[in-house]
């Protein structure tokens, strides 16, 4: 399989400490096959897939000028959630308060990978950290369990860099930071 890349941002590691504890505490209510290992918890800004060398390059060069033009900002924590049915989810995440700076990025780095010819999403961007995958359909549906979770604290952190990542599908963790913006 070839390498799939993405542009990101991670919490910092007190977040990604405390999606571990929240994920390990709620496992019993929530019966997906696939928990994303801690180190892997990022904001996707912006999903390249298979990527030539070139492209790699100009996203390189053009990210480093464009967080110059970038500053620092804060997330929060706001709430978990699913995509997919309510009974057989695919995604389980936590989601991030509204930031505008987040979407400001996001748009900035969207028009970078445009311009390195890359094909730009027409969903709307919805910021998430992924916390598992495969909604397990033998076991009891999400929407009975809801009522059983400990919702997520608004956990604030500051992001300052975000980074270009390859995917490494057999390893554990499986993203590997390829630049740091």
Known sequence: MEDHYFLAVKPDRRIKEYLSYWTEENAQYLFFRKWVHPADFH???????????????????????????????????????????KKQPRILWAGVEKSAALFNL?????????????????????????????W????????????????????????????LFRTRPKQEPKYEIVETF
């Open 106 to 134: 996001q748009a900035g780095v969207a028009g970078v990978c445009e311009e390195a010819g890359f094909d730009v999403e027409t969903r709307p961007y919805r910021p998430h950290i992924t916390l598992a995958r495969k």
């Open 136 to 163: 397990d359909g033998g076991k009891q549906i999400y929407s009975e369990t809801e009522k059983q979770l400990s919702h997520l604290e608004s956990l604030e952190w500051k992001v300052s860099e975000f980074y």
């Open 43 to 85: 904001i996707t800004l912006f999903f390249l897939g298979a990527a030539e060398e070139s492209k790699l390059a100009a996203i390189i060069k053009q990210g480093h000028i464009l967080k110059k033009h970038t500053t620092s900002f804060h997330l929060k924590l706001e709430r978990e959630g699913v995509f997919g049915s």
